[in-house]
Structures are given as structure tokens and as C-alpha cells.
């Protein structure tokens, strides 16, 4: 094989594993999703929650970014516009992708493992982040993607018919298609399914604890701990999302956090122990913490992927600091996705990839001392 060949051939395989490490690739859910037909107006089927009249035009406050937006004007995240003096969403009943995913993919650990996820996203995001897996989606308008139409009641039907034991709001970001994620999950806890994020945490107080009101759990990606990187590599700001991990946790959503490093950004040990100790510090030491190792991908596709001694250094770091579970992803062959007590240190949950191979729990606690492992098991 050339040296072409071979760096070709590696190039295919890094996209391939960044694919399906984002989520995107399965088999969607063709029985319950048809081509919308929607665009322009026509997508404006509901007016957009927490928005303000101003001076200078309509503020949507959903997250920090406070858009303020004058007639026909949209917003950052792409998916909000005002129309008629109001502010409406254009990400409603419109999905972009819809799968059925395990739920160690979001991923979550600790909350229900083994079950299943029907998986909702829209076009749109509110931060900019030069290393999104999912920038082909999250990056541009709800009129600029092929679309499903599946309104709330559409969506815990085909979740239910399913036998999916959660709905969870994916791939992009949930706090910008904010009134279909509230709308849904709101019918999806009167049937029994429970509600998932997997969000960047960029939102504001007031929205985030109504929307805790009807989420079960949530994982969120803390990006960096440096003020300037985050905002150089996302457009946003760290004491947002700080915020918001420590809301999602008062309001009891069951929480993990996703931390996905990147060379030459956030790799940093020094960094990643602030981060650490500033979790153990405020009370999140039984939260779960996955470090994620970076693949080349839209516009840091000359960095190399994460070196896995980097990443098995941060579990150390983590597990110093006094975090109990601590996990890396997207390290095919040697990942650390095990749970183990950490009393006596016998292995709870035993899993292969998204696969969970073996589940030694009894009533939520550790079959050899009885310890209780910090989750939400049946």
C-alpha cells in the first residue's frame, strides 16, 4: 500500500469511528417518520417560550446568548425567528434525525443500562464549537435540512411502540428546539417513558429548572475549564454551564458529564484538574465523568485524535480528586467503561462498547458488600 493509500485509508476510518461515535449513523426509525414538506413560514408553528419585548427588538432569553432580533431577523442558534412582532421557534414537530440508540451512547452509565432511547434532534445550536461531531446539522437552519414530521404526540407513540424506555434529545442541542423538547417530554411522563438531554448546558436559570421539571436525566458536556477556550473554541462561556450542572443536580435529573478532550485545547493536566477538583469541590463526586477522546473532525481536522495515555492520566487525576466514576470513550479495545464498587471495589456493570455484558447489582447496591452505587437502576 502507498503512503497515499494508507493515509487515505486512515482518514476514512478516523470518520467512519467519529460517525458512529456521534450517534448519527443507525438504522432510523422509517415506520414513524415521513418527509415534512415544511419550509420558510410554514415551519413557524409555535411561538417560542421566554422572550421579551425591547427597545431594540424581541429578546429570546433561552440561553446567554440573549438574541436580540428585529422583523424577520433569526437567531444565533439558527432556529428561532421573529414574525409578526413575535418570537417563534422553527424547530417544532420537524425533526432532522430520529434512531433508536442504546442509552450507554448519550452516553449515560448510571441510568438504566441495557434499555433503549428514541432519539430526537433538530437542525440548530447556540454555541459554534470548531470540533463538532454533528456540524452538518447543528450548524444551519431547520429549513436547511430534510426533515421528519413528527409532531409531540408522534414521537411517545413511536417511542412506545418501540419499547424505548426513554426519549432522549440529542445530536444538536435540546435547548435551542427547547419547546418541542418540553412539549414531548411533558406527554412522555404520562406514559410512563422517561425524558433524556444530552446537552452543552448553555442555558439560562428561569428555562433550565422548568425544563428539570420534566427531564429525568441529563448529559452534559463541560468542554473546557479556561474561560478563554471556551470561548475561542465554542463561542460561549464556562459559568453558564458550571450553572447549570449544579441546577440539573439540585433539581434531582440524574447527571453525567461528558468531557471530550481535545490536543492542543483542553489536554491540559493542569486544567483538567481544576476541572476535577472544582467538581469534588461542589459536590459531584458521585457524578459520573467520561472522558471523550477527539477525532479530527470540521474545522480541527489537522489534530491529531487524543492519545489514550491522556486520557487514561485525566481518569487519574479524576479519581485523586475523589471522583467515583470515572469512564473514557471512543477508545475502541481500551476503553474504561466498567463500573466498580468503589468501597470494595468488585465490578458492578461489566460492558463491551455500548453493550452491557454483565450487571451484578442487586437493588441498586454492590452484590459483594452491599455498597450503593449512585444511579438510577430499574
Known amino acids: 500500500m502507498s503512503t497515499n493509500d494508507f493515509d487515505n485509508s486512515k482518514r476514512l476510518f478516523l470518520k467512519k469511528c467519529l460517525a458512529l461515535s456521534a450517534g448519527i449513523v443507525c438504522f432510523p426509525c422509517r415506520g414513524y417518520i415521513m418527509g415534512s414538506g415544511l419550509g420558510g413560514d410554514n415551519m413557524l408553528r409555535k411561538v417560542a417560550m421566554f422572550q421579551e419585548e425591547t427597545p431594540r427588538g424581541i429578546m429570546c432569553r433561552i440561553c446567554p446568548n440573549e438574541c436580540v432580533l428585529k422583523e424577520g431577523e433569526v437567531s444565533k442558534c439558527n432556529n428561532r425567528k421573529v414574525d409578526g412582532s413575535k418570537l417563534w421557534t422553527m ?7 430520529v434512531n433508536i440508540d442504546p442509552v450507554e451512547k448519550k452516553p449515560l452509565y448510571h441510568f438504566f443500562p441495557g434499555s433503549r432511547a428514541w432519539s430526537i434532534a433538530t437542525a440548530g445550536c447556540n454555541l459554534a464549537c470548531l470540533n463538532c461531531q454533528n456540524w452538518s446539522i447543528s450548524q444551519i437552519s431547520p429549513d436547511k435540512t430534510r426533515n421528519y414530521n413528527q409532531m409531540p404526540e408522534k414521537v411517545v407513540d413511536g417511542a412506545a411502540k418501540s419499547s424505548c424506555r426513554s ?27 422517561k425524558n433524556i438531554v444530552k446537552s452543552n448546558g448553555y442555558i439560562n436559570p428561569e428555562p433550565l429548572k422548568k425544563l428539570c421539571s420534566v427531564i429525568d436525566a441529563a448529559n452534559i458536556d463541560l468542554k473546557t475549564f479556561n474561560d478563554s477556550t471556551y470561548l475561542r473554541m465554542t463561542g460561549g462561556k464556562l459559568q453558564p454551564v458550571l450553572d447549570s ?9 440524574w447527571l453525567e ?64 480528586e475523589g471522583l467515583k466514576y470515572v469512564y473514557t470513550g471512543n477508545v475502541p479495545g481500551d476503553e474504561v467503561s466498567d463500573t466498580k464498587c468503589p468501597l470494595c471495589g468488585n465490578l458492578v456493570v461489566a460492558r463491551q462498547g455500548f453493550t452491557v455484558t454483565a450487571n451484578n447489582l442487586k437493588d441498586g447496591k454492590c452484590n459483594k458488600c452491599g455498597h450503593e452505587i449512585s444511579g438510577i437502576w430499574n
Not at 435547548?175 to 414531548?184: A, H, K, L, Q, S
Not at 486520557?311 to 479524576?318: E, S
Request: overall charge neutral; hydrophobic content about 35%.
Open 91 to 97: 424547530a417544532y414537530g420537524n425533526p432532522c434525525t
Open 257 to 320: 458529564i461528558t468531557n471530550l478532550v481535545v490536543p492542543q485545547w483542553s489536554d491540559n493536566s493542569d486544567e483538567i484538574g481544576k476541572m476535577c477538583k472544582w467538581l469534588s469541590d461542589n459536590g459531584f463526586n458521585n457524578t459520573p465523568l467520561h472522558f471523550s477522546r477527539f477525532y479530527p473532525t470540521y474545522k480541527l481536522e489537522q489534530l491529531p485524535p487524543t492519545p489514550a495515555e491522556v486520557l487514561k492520566n485525566a481518569v487519574k487525576i479524576a479519581s485523586a
Open 245 to 253: 450542572l449544579k441546577i440539573y443536580r439540585d433539581m434531582g435529573v
Open 167 to 193: 426519549i432522549a434529545y440529542t445530536y444538536t442541542e435540546p435547548v435551542t428546539f427547547y419547546e418541542y423538547t418540553f412539549d414531548t417530554a411533558v406527554l412522555a411522563r404520562r406514559a410512563g417513558i
